[in-house]
């Protein structure tokens, strides 16, 4: 109901450009164009935390970026979510490596706290990793949005820690599910399409690296028991936004 309210409010209700409050338009060009109109970069945080697979950002978190991912996030504003899929698609073409690779992409989204699913009334890094799936598939990229992560214990609000704080809030806060287990166990058998896939981890912003690292240790860790390398060398990540520190310094 509720998002059946939100969603109909959209189409009712006077919209401005979640970026910079322009009138009669959810996302003007302008903002549009700061989400996904330039290449997606390496993020790389400053001290980079252990286990950190490569990422790739679509932009910098600041000014209409950070606006449009706290409409869509803690708003409400889900018509959003293809321009930020869209922007993710971009990152996650960069990291995946060949387009014309081998596979089908499983975008696993890093998951929120039930508690803040449910005050938001809808999970918003699962929801741009579906729009962000859409866009690879029209785009000739096999990709499915995989659900393989799970919070095993709650951990305190990020906000205000400092890197260090955060490795320690979260370190053995996530898990793989049971049949996420079986995925990433599961030998290529050469057919079907799970034959070569790559395992994308999907979230919406990278500022410290910790909650990324602390994902790609869960999956490392569930695809323990396969020999391939393919499967030990799990994951790489792509984030919708970075940081300006961790994003910036791939310029120099």
């Known amino acids: 109901m509720r998002h059946?309210?939100?969603?109909?409010?959209?189409?009712?209700?006077?919209?401005a450009c979640a970026g910079c409050g322009r009138p009669r338009t959810e996302l003007c060009p302008v903002c549009a164009a700061a989400l996904h109109g330039g290449p997606?970069?390496?993020?790389?945080?400053?001290?980079?935390?252990?286990g950190l697979p490569v990422v790739y950002a679509a932009a910098p978190y600041g000014n209409a970026v950070r606006?449009?991912?706290?409409?869509?996030?803690?708003?409400?504003?889900?018509?959003?979510a293809g321009a930020l899929g869209r922007a993710l698609a971009g990152g996650v073409r960069a990291v995946a490596g060949r387009p014309d690779g081998p596979g089908l992409l499983l975008l696993v989204p890093v998951p929120s706290a039930r508690s803040a699913t449910a005050a938001r009334g809808h999970d918003p890094v699962r929801r741009i990793a579906a729009a962000a799936a859409r866009d690879l598939r029209r785009g000739g990229l096999p990709a499915q949005v995989a659900p393989l992560l799970r919070q095993r214990r709650a951990v305190a609000d990020q906000a205000g820690l400092r890197a260090p704080q955060r490795r320690a809030n979260l370190s053995g806060a996530l898990g793989v599910t049971a049949g996420g287990r079986a995925l990433l166990r599961q030998r290529p058998s050469g057919q079907g399409p799970l034959h070569h896939r790559r395992v994308i981890l999907v979230d919406d912003l990278l500022t410290t690296g910790s909650t990324l690292a602390e994902a790609a240790r869960a999956l490392r860790e569930a695809a323990g028991g396969v020999r391939e390398p393919s499967a030990r060398e799990v994951c790489r990540a792509a984030v919708v936004a970075a940081s300006p520190s961790a994003f910036e310094i791939n310029r120099n």
């Not at 997606?40 to 252990?50: K, V, W, Y």
């Not at 606006?67 to 959003?80: D, F, I, S, T, Y």
């Open 67 to 80: 606006a449009v991912l706290l409409a869509h996030k803690e708003r409400g504003a889900l018509g959003l």
């Open 40 to 50: 997606a970069r390496p993020a790389r945080p400053a001290p980079r935390p252990p």
């Open 4 to 15: 059946g309210w939100r969603e109909l409010s959209g189409l009712l209700l006077p919209v």
